[in-house]
């Protein structure tokens, strides 16, 4: 895998991103409205005459706040299942994929939607919700990758040593899948956070004046033509998300 320069970039980005902005992105200014890229506003302003790279930043720390929750909820979990079910084998490695196919057979959209219905859509419920789908998923996949470990020789010899199975889990089994389920993580926080701007380009906002990216897409629609780059920006933001998960998680 390469190393996660990528990430940890997009990490700190997201982090002054949610601490600092050098405008109040809420702050309307009617009489500064579509003024265009300057020293002062570096992607200028909407028709509210309000700071577009302030507000993209806002965005981007709400949009970073999803993709923690997809990554702690979906990936710990679905990569303990999958890796507990396969070495437990039985009844338990029966019940545990079972269970976790719930998560499969309804749509990521339906889960969040649903979320987002009963709560509200912020980062957090937005990403709690993208989490628990993509646990099944991230089972399958743990599992068949946990299988293949558990037939090498190594394991043979771990076992006829005594070692418990949770031992073998967390001393040989992680160890050798984290690699490829890190390169599938990546994929899952990308579809996450383009799902997270499609909730919240069709209006499931809690509050839809918070500047989520798919916000500001749905928001700006209306000046495609007359003031594109409106649209531009926050879309090339959240392409440019996309991107560095998946380059940075590419094993290859």
Same mark, same amino acid.
């Given at each position: ?28 200014? &009617?009489?500064? !409205? ?8 570096? @992607? ?7 700071? @577009? ?13 999803? @993709?923690?929750?997809? #990554? ?5 979990? /679905? ?11 039985g009844w338990a490695e029966e019940a545990i994929l079972r269970a976790t196919q719930i998560f499969i057979t309804i749509p990521t959209l339906i889960i969040a939607l649903s979320a987002a219905a ?12 993208? /989490? ?14 946990? !299988? ?18 949770? #031992? ?41 004046? !918070? ?29 440019? &998300? &996309? ?10």
């Amino acid at each position: 895998m390469k190393p996660p320069y990528g990430i940890v970039l997009l990490t700190i980005l997201i982090c002054l991103s949610g601490l600092w902005q050098p405008f109040d992105p809420d702050a309307i200014d &009617v009489f500064h !409205k579509f003024t265009p890229s300057n020293s002062e506003h570096l @992607l200028g302003t909407d028709h509210l005459g309000r700071d @577009l790279f302030s507000r993209i930043m806002v965005g981007g720390w709400r949009t970073g706040i999803v @993709l923690l929750c997809v #990554a702690l909820v979906g990936f710990i979990n /679905g990569s303990l299942l999958g890796s507990l079910a396969a070495i437990l084998g039985g009844w338990a490695e029966e019940a545990i994929l079972r269970a976790t196919q719930i998560f499969i057979t309804i749509p990521t959209l339906i889960i969040a939607l649903s979320a987002a219905a009963v709560f509200g859509l912020s980062p957090v419920t937005g990403g709690l919700a993208l /989490g628990l789908a993509a646990i099944g998923q991230q089972t399958l996949m743990a599992h068949g990758l946990t !299988k293949r470990v558990l037939a090498q020789p190594f394991i043979t010899a771990a076992y006829s040593l005594g070692i418990s199975p949770i #031992a073998i889990l967390f001393r040989h089994v992680l160890p050798n899948t984290f690699p490829t389920l890190f390169t599938y993580l990546g994929n899952q926080m990308g579809s996450a956070a383009v799902a997270y701007a499609s909730l919240a380009f069709i209006g499931l906002g809690a509050d839809p004046s !918070k500047p989520d990216w798919g916000g500001m897409l749905f928001e700006y629609r209306m000046f495609i033509f007359d003031h594109p780059s409106l649209m531009i920006w926050p879309g090339v933001a959240l392409s440019l &998300v &996309v991107l560095t998960l998946h380059n940075t998680f590419d094993p290859e």
